[in-house]
């Protein structure tokens, strides 16, 4: 009938009835997950060891088990030190944990020296963590571009902006007109894993040199020394990395047996819009997407010889990509003038061997994903700074970065298909913040996972995966 209107029912929620009763039910259960990866890959171990001169007369907590669990907090989605409860106060899954005083004061006690102990025990865990990743006959994952495996290992840095308030120490005024640090990182493309991190305020320099210097060093002596030496090493910055002492730096690497390379974005001075406008047009090709495909409406070039690099390492190499801007894009005077939007970089890859400038360019598009990394990172950790004091902050830092290695290693050594790609958001949902019940028998403690929980065989299969990883030895 005209006028008339006929609306579904809405089916009710089930009636239920709460009470404070329950007992043998535990949260975050798939957490012990990472506490246990943690002892698997030497983590906690090497932790107490660079921690015990921390330890008043071998008393209380052990440091090492405290920075641990700090890291298992950060990695399950906690914000501050006091989120520590959610492990403390499930003492049977997790055993005893510290409290947060306790907590704080160890992050305080931590000086220069002793946080590269700290790095230094990352990386001991990082070689146990690839090796058992190469017992399983896995190994570390490729990086692809234009459908093609990319050899070696591939680092990407960047830096990014945390807002903060202005009693912290050192935080200062950003360049976009926020207030906080800008802390610079580097991630491993292969996997996820965060090599290094550096603090730094607010106002740091985008394209500060001997920044990009330090933080390159530090993720180098992250890679296990089988990796190192005789592997190839990518090295991708946007064009703050593009400054003449850095990229010296990355040749002069070379020297010590280290096979590095750089890709890094370049400013479109007026040199090279001088270029780009004299370069006939048969001279640019078809751009690729990451799967081999062409890109539609975009294409690439060489300026090589048309740019002059002086200063720049011998074999430099200078190549454009021109596309037609996406609604609403940002674009310079220039790109305005021409109605393209252009993209420069510099690299040392020689075109000898396949380094054509279209399938370079794609491969440098492909350091884009280091902003998920970061994203990701800031839910891991390095998004909110908990002290006012800078050097705890700096140790925080360190501390998110061990928690997105263990995220990074659950993916490679426990899990398949999708669960082995997902972002931590997704891992924390369906693995890490599941609920089960305790049960004792047999002289053992089991954790039951509900039976109808969509991943129940995907947590479990992890749990059996990691009790089957060899472990270090000592």
């Known amino acids: ?94 055993g005893p944990v510290a409290s947060t005083p306790t907590a704080w004061r160890l992050l305080a006690d931590i000086d220069g020296r002793t946080l590269s102990s700290l790095r230094s025990a990352r990386a001991q865990a990082r070689e146990v963590a690839w090796l058992q990743a190469a017992e399983q006959g896995e190994g570390i994952p490729t990086v692809r571009a234009a459908g093609r495996i990319l050899p070696g290992l591939v680092l990407d840095l960047d830096a990014t902006l945390v807002t903060c308030h202005s009693e912290k120490e050192q935080a200062a005024p950003t360049y976009k007109g926020g207030f906080g640090f800008h802390p610079l990182l580097c991630f491993l493309a292969n996997t996820g894993e965060a090599l290094s991190g550096r603090l730094r305020p607010g106002n740091a320099g985008a394209n500060t040199a001997a920044d990009h210097i330090t933080v390159l060093d530090q993720a180098l002596a992250q890679i296990p020394d089988a990796h190192r030496h005789g592997t190839d090493i990518l090295i991708r910055t946007d064009s703050a990395g593009s400054a003449k002492a850095f990229l010296a730096h990355v040749r002069d690497v070379r020297k010590r047996g280290i096979r590095t390379f750089f890709s890094v974005g370049y400013a479109v001075t007026a040199p090279v819009r001088h270029a780009v406008r004299a370069i006939p047009d048969r001279l640019w090709h078809p751009a690729l997407d990451q799967d081999g495909t062409l890109r539609g409406g975009a294409e690439v070039t060489e300026l090589t010889g048309m740019v002059y690099l002086t200063g720049y390492p011998a074999g430099t190499r200078v190549i454009v990509r021109r596309e037609r801007p996406h609604p609403g894009a940002q674009l310079s005077l220039f790109g ?139």
């Not at 009938?1 to 009710?12: D, H, N, P, R, S």
């Not at 030497?42 to 007369?57: E, I």
């Not at 998920?372 to 902050?393: A, E, L, Q, V």
Request: proline share 4%.
């Open 1 to 94: 009938m005209e006028g008339t209107f006929y609306v579904q029912a809405i089916g009710l929620r089930p009636r239920v009835q709460v009470s404070a009763d329950g007992s043998g039910v535990v949260g975050h259960a798939g957490s012990r997950l990472l506490a246990d990866l943690a002892d698997a890959t030497g983590l906690t171990a090497a932790y107490s060891t660079a921690l015990r001169p921390l330890r008043p007369r071998g008393t209380g907590h052990d440091p090492g088990r405290i920075a641990t669990d700090l890291a298992v907090m950060l990695a399950d989605g906690g914000e501050a030190i006091a989120d520590l409860a959610v492990l403390r106060d499930q003492a049977e899954v997790f």
């Open 336 to 474: 305005q003038d021409e109605g393209l939007r252009h993209q420069v970089f510099l690299t040392d890859t020689p075109s000898c061997g396949g380094g054509s400038a279209q399938f370079l360019e794609v491969r440098h598009r492909g350091h884009a994903t280091v902003e998920d990394h970061i994203r990701c990172g800031k839910s891991t950790g390095f998004g909110r700074f908990p002290s006012r004091d800078f050097g705890i902050n700096t140790v925080w830092l360190e501390l998110s970065l061990a928690a997105i290695d263990l995220l990074a290693w659950t993916r490679v050594l426990l899990l398949d298909g999708e669960l082995a790609t997902v972002e931590p958001k997704k891992l924390r949902y369906r693995l890490l913040h599941v609920a089960a019940r305790l049960t004792r028998g047999g002289r053992r403690l089991r954790l039951r996972i509900s039976v109808t929980w969509p991943w129940r065989n995907e947590l479990a299969t992890a749990f059996h995966r990691l009790a089957a990883l060899p472990r270090p030895g000592g």
